[in-house]
């Protein structure tokens, strides 16, 4: 079946901008999660989503990050004024709800994302 | 809480030569890890697991790790490398919270020579 795809591959924007990635997660999938991968960081935590409870947004770095899941699917990260530290690869993972702690997270392509 | 640590960030190894990618853990509950691997401008691929069944996991493309409680390891092998198996790779552990979010090592890319 599709795996979980992401949309734009590539994101060139300027400082300032503000940028919307897409996750679409494989189907069936009730998680989704958002990382971020950075020179300077490695693979870092964003933001968690299940069903309808309230999102872990413990990972987000700053007001400026948000996301949404809309109708139990497809999610959006929003990066408002992005500043050049926000240069990275987004990465966005599914999972089933079986058994979240060793149910296998399902990795998308990932956009990269260049701030100049 | 839980964390990995990789030690070393490059590994090179002779085609044919066994790979060993080194992961430690750290956590006061029993672990589940994972090892991915990253081709170059992909995602993340699931190389195995280890959720508690059997201490030796077999994964894809011939790798294996071997689940150590003593010694908190989980170690990646590869009897014999080939240059297909040139990527970048992670170990996650589960952490054990209401989100279950991976928590990630720093990565060891693997260079394999002719």
């Known amino acids: 079946g599709a795996g979980v795809s992401q949309s734009p591959s590539n994101k060139v924007t300027e400082k300032g901008k503000d940028v919307e990635l897409r996750c679409d997660p494989i189907?069936?999938?009730?998680?989704l999660y958002w990382y971020r991968q950075s020179l300077g960081q490695g693979l870092e935590f964003l933001i968690y989503?299940?069903?309808?409870?309230?999102?872990?947004k413990s990972g987000l770095p700053s007001d400026r990050f948000s996301a949404e899941r809309t109708g139990g699917s497809v999610s959006t990260l929003t990066i408002q004024r992005t500043q050049q530290e926000d240069s990275a690869v987004y990465l966005c993972a599914s999972s089933s709800l079986r058994d979240l702690a060793q149910e296998t997270q399902y990795f998308g392509p990932g956009t990269r994302l260049l701030v100049l | 809480a839980q964390s990995v640590t990789q030690l070393g960030s490059h590994v090179s190894v002779s085609e044919g030569a066994l790979v060993l990618l080194r992961c430690n853990y750290s956590s006061s509950v029993p672990p589940y890890l994972f090892w991915y691997v990253q081709y170059p401008n992909q995602g993340l691929q699931l190389l195995l697991k280890?959720?508690?069944?059997?201490?030796l996991v077999k994964g894809i493309n011939g790798f294996e790790a071997e689940f150590k409680k003593s010694e908190t390891s989980f170690h990646l092998t590869k009897p014999s490398a080939h240059m297909s198996d040139a990527a970048e790779y992670f170990c996650?552990?589960?952490?054990?919270?209401?989100?279950?979010?991976?928590?990630f090592g720093s990565g060891t890319r693997l260079l394999v020579r002719p």
């Open positions: 989503f299940q069903g309808n409870s309230a999102p872990d």
């Open positions: 280890y959720t508690s069944a059997a201490t």
């Open positions: 189907s069936g999938h009730t998680a």
């Open positions: 996650a552990v589960t952490r054990m919270d209401s989100s279950y979010k991976l928590i």
